[in-house]
């Protein structure tokens, strides 16, 4: 065991990161669509088009909503269908009353959709805003003239959509690679917090259970000296691998250190987790890795008690599992509220 586990949280959680992310691109379609509509509203109005420029200014109040209940409550308010609605209302009757100077809009009304809009939505409200298009071109304009419009919105909508499901695509790769050990495909410290809290706010609203266990692979270091780094991180996969076969779906494993394991186990009370842990170590120790390499572990277990937060829950655990170190390794250790269980550490039989 390399050192205590280091509590404090930097906000590096990528997920967050992508959200916010998403916030300011909703942001900016929304603040620069109202800088180019606002003054439309008065050159319609102008030009004796009431009720586009009262569809326009519609549509410039549900962008100011947007964009303040984005600032105030950081929350993207309409999820952006209110923008696609107007955009589709407004493009479709400006073509229809104004010809060319219309249907320019349908070109980053497009775009924007999506940007706002899941990938599915958008294609599915581009199509049918380029069907009306079309609809409305063929109508009002020379044949030619039709084919040109409907093939270049087309072009436009399948160049943006190539483009969000090859961003969308690379966003959750990254997410991927951010969130996860590189070697052993466990979780990494990046979730700790999101996870624990979850379950604490489960337990303060929902009276819901959870238990940690952190495992420990005891005389590590000795691994590396004897066999190599190379098989000492063969025997870090391989017991990820036996730790992940004896858990269920919705248990999360997480790798916190070099050769430290946590699992937080969701609707779990202590005395399974420790029934549990105490498998887990057996996984472990039961059957030789690569090169014959033999090893045990050892673990600390505790459940979430009300009111704490979750560097004190962790931290129990981290106590209790340096308890069973100094107890001699091997060994499962329980910490119910704030008091070591003196003398509940249960050995675990040796191989
Ligand atoms: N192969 C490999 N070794 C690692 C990795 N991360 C950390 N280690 C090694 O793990 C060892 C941990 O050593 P210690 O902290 O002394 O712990 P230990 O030898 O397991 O002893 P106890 O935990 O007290 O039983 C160190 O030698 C680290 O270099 C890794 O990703 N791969």
């Not at 696609?84 to 229809?96: D, E, G, P, R």
């Not at 079309?134 to 030619?144: E, I, L």
């Not at 039709?146 to 190539?162: D, Y």
Request: glycine content about 6%; some cysteine.
């Amino acid at each position: 065991m390399a050192k205590r586990l280091t509590l404090r949280y930097t906000n590096t959680n990528p997920t967050e990161a992508i959200l916010g992310f998403q916030r300011q691109i909703v942001y900016h379609v929304h603040f620069w669509t109202l800088v180019a509509v606002a003054p439309l509203v008065l050159v319609q109005w102008s030009e004796h088009h009431l009720l586009l420029s009262v569809l326009l200014a519609i549509f410039c109040l549900n962008l100011v909503a947007v964009i303040l209940y984005l600032r105030l409550r950081g929350r993207y308010l309409f999820k952006g269908r209110f923008f696609a609605l107007f955009a589709i209302a407004c493009t479709v009757y400006s073509t229809v009353i104004n010809g060319h100077n219309g249907l320019f809009w349908g070109y980053p009304a497009i775009a924007a959709m999506f940007f706002l809009l899941s990938l599915r939505e958008a294609l599915v409200l581009n199509a049918i805003f380029i069907a009306v298009l079309a609809g409305v071109s063929f109508h009002r304009f020379p044949t030619p003239e039709f084919w040109r419009i409907t093939c270049s919105l087309s072009l436009t909508a399948t160049f943006v959509a190539v483009f969000a499901w090859l961003v969308g695509r690379m966003q959750s790769e990254l997410t991927d690679l951010a969130t996860t050990d590189p070697l052993t495909g466990c979780l990494n410290r990046s979730q700790m917090a999101e996870v624990l809290n979850r379950q604490i706010q489960l337990r303060e609203r929902y009276e819901r259970v959870a238990s940690v266990i952190l495992v420990d692979l005891d005389h590590f270091k000795t691994i590396n000296d004897r066999w190599g780094h190379a098989a000492g991180d063969e025997v870090l996969c391989e017991a990820a691998t036996r730790l992940r076969r004896r858990l269920r779906d919705t248990d999360f494993l997480f790798r916190i250190g070099g050769e430290e394991f946590m699992v937080v186990l969701p609707e779990t009370r202590q005395k399974a987790a420790e029934e549990l842990a105490r498998q887990l170590l057996d996984t472990i120790s039961v059957a030789p890795f690569s090169k014959d390499i033999q090893i045990t572990a050892s673990a600390g277990v505790t459940e979430v008690v009300k009111g704490e937060t979750w560097s004190t829950w962790l931290n129990r655990a981290d106590q209790a599992l340096y308890t069973a170190k100094d107890a001699g390794r091997n060994r499962v250790m329980i910490m119910r509220g704030s008091e070591l269980e003196a003398g509940q550490g249960t050995p675990v039989p040796n191989p």
